[in-house]
């Protein structure tokens, strides 16, 4: 991932926090979390000269990228093994 690329979902992901931080996303609507999310995905649109949809895009795409990333690292320091062992 680029730098520009971390830049990008940084900012979509900080909004996010401050839009989203109480809501419970198993109980609300993809619909709805996304309408939150409209103004820094308009913003972003303007910015980098894109369709909002493109933007929509972009975003899942790297977001995909970012957690696969933290999951080949988590299974790299703690294994592949889906259970850990931790002490009681």
Known sequence: MTAEDMEFLGKINDYAEKVLGDIDPQKTHVSEQLEKLR???????????????????????????????????????????DTLDLPI
């Open 39 to 81: 103004p820094i995905m308009q913003n972003l649109a303007m910015e980098y000269k894109m369709d909002v949809e493109d933007v929509f895009i972009k975003y899942m795409d790297l977001a995909s990228e970012a957690n696969a990333t933290a999951d080949a690292r988590f299974r790299a320091q703690y294994g592949e093994d």
